[in-house]
């Protein structure tokens, strides 16, 4: 599906990024895959549509723009969602908190995959 100009693969419900497997209120953001450059939902999505394992961001990749807010299609870095408040520095929309328990299935973290 075409949004704000940019392809998003994945079994998106809406206009907002939401997809099959995460699809509540705040569930809108759509993540760029290191792997096949490709914005997708979730890693679910990715998944089950990609050919291909995930391969995460390095820390020292994130200054990439990488995160895409489902609202207004703005694109923010890596280091400005994992830094941020759960929100969109732009239109201000919030983001799922929970999405954080996450990351480690993105970029690269402390935290053990």
């Given at each position: 599906?075409?949004l704000y100009g940019l392809d998003?693969?994945?079994?998106?419900?809406?206009?907002?990024?939401?997809?099959?497997?995460?699809?509540?209120?705040?569930?809108?953001?759509?993540?760029?895959?290191?792997?096949?450059?490709?914005?997708?939902?979730?890693?679910?999505?990715?998944?089950?549509?990609?050919?291909?394992?995930?391969?995460?961001?390095?820390?020292?990749?994130?200054?990439?723009?990488?995160?895409l807010c489902g609202a207004c299609?703005?694109?923010?870095t890596i280091r400005d969602y994992?830094?941020?408040?759960?929100?969109?520095?732009?239109?201000?929309?919030?983001?799922?908190?929970?999405?954080?328990?996450?990351?480690?299935?993105?970029?690269?973290?402390?935290?053990?995959?």
């Open positions: 599906m075409l998003v693969k994945g079994k998106l419900h809406d206009k907002h990024t939401r997809c099959e497997h995460y699809h509540e209120e705040r569930d809108i953001i759509a993540i760029k895959f290191k792997c096949c450059n490709t914005y997708y939902p979730c890693y679910k999505c990715h998944q089950e549509e990609a050919d291909h394992p995930i391969k995460l961001w390095s820390k020292d990749e994130f200054s990439q723009k990488a995160i299609g703005y694109e923010l994992v830094n941020g408040h759960s929100s969109c520095p732009k239109c201000k929309a919030s983001f799922n908190p929970g999405c954080k328990y996450h990351n480690h299935l993105y970029f690269e973290t402390n935290k053990k995959r």
